[in-house]
């Protein structure tokens, strides 16, 4: 990284507040325009940025050493400037071709980029799934007719044995506990090592409580941990992004009664939720389409020629 040094600067927590004032300038929708993300993930997806006086731009580094950068942090009226000064980072600095993920559909509207320099690549793996979060509190509806069957089922049968908390850092050794347990239901060594480095983001987040904003929602069983989330809300598009969901996968309506009693406590008032994309795997697709979302967040792929 010496290339890098004297432009670039590493994500601290002290550097909070700063990039929160970038985020704000222009809200796509998209999971990766939660602040909270970036911290929770760039202990696994290294990541730098450097700044001027119209917007913030990113270089980050694969585990195959291919550079590549995410949508600028600015006004929309500055998204060009923007992405053509990380391209001139690329081109003259790193000596390597521009190459752009996850970027919003407004901003390739935005930027309008000529077909004969860059191809423009709709990618449905990372789509976001937004959610009317009155419907998630509720299941109301014949849509949501086996959802709301459930969560009956879950209290019912659970009915005196379980709570809903709101939880913080004092409750750290319980939810990293209840993510060793996870990791152990999982059989491949890649999610073996996604699910380490959120265990890494979410202890992080956790020992600088009074930094970040969000909330963490846990069910007990028997004052057992058996499921939590985490979630914060952006007021400009009335959002929840909701960047972490786990449940006990073996106890019937649990991630229902998580995905609406999460909402009714932590956030009552908000008008969606964005419930992050599937990665393309077919189980977390089917699953999601299952809650019904409203509509989906576009996410694209621009590669420089």
């Known amino acids: 990284m010496k290339v890098m040094e004297e432009k670039l600067k590493t994500i601290q927590v002290e550097d909070y507040a700063v990039l929160n004032k970038y985020y704000n300038l222009r809200r796509p ?56 000064k990380t391209q001139n980072y690329f081109n003259e600095t790193l000596k390597k071709k521009l190459t752009m993920y996850l970027v919003d559909k407004k901003a390739v509207e935005t930027l309008q980029l000529p077909e004969e320099d860059y191809l423009i690549i709709p990618d449905r793996t990372y789509y976001d799934y937004v959610y009317d979060a009155q419907k998630l509190r509720t299941f109301s509806g014949k849509k949501y007719h086996k959802k709301k069957n459930h969560l009956n089922g879950f209290k019912k049968q659970y009915e005196g044995r379980y709570r809903f908390q709101l939880l913080n850092k004092t409750h750290k050794q319980e939810i990293l506990e209840f993510l060793e347990e996870w990791k152990k239901t999982k059989t491949h060594s890649e999610e073996h090592e996604f699910i380490e480095c959120e265990a890494k983001g979410i202890r992080f987040i956790l020992n600088n409580e009074g930094v970040f904003d969000y909330k963490i929602g846990g069910v007990y069983i028997d004052d057992k941990l058996e499921a939590f989330c985490i979630g914060t809300y952006y007021e400009q598009e009335d959002m929840v992004y909701l960047p972490v969901e786990k449940a006990n996968h ?56």
């Not at 929708?29 to 997806?45: I, M, R």
């Not at 940025?49 to 950068?69: C, I, N, P, R």
């Not at 609406?260 to 994309?277: H, M």
């Open 250 to 305: 073996e106890i019937r309506g649990l991630y229902q009664y998580i995905c609406s009693q999460f909402l009714i406590e932590a956030f009552p008032n908000a008008g969606k939720e964005n419930r992050e994309d599937d990665m393309g795997l077919e189980g977390l697709r089917k699953s999601k389409l299952s809650y019904n979302p409203i509509y989906m967040v576009e996410k694209y792929t621009i590669i420089q020629k």
């Open 29 to 84: 929708e998209t999971a990766d325009s939660s602040l909270l993300n970036l911290y929770l993930w760039e202990n696994c997806y290294p990541t730098w940025y450097f700044t001027d006086e119209k917007g913030l731009m990113w270089v980050a580094k694969s585990d195959q050493g291919q550079y590549y950068s995410s949508v600028p942090c600015c006004r929309e009226e500055d998204l060009k400037h923007c992405f053509f």
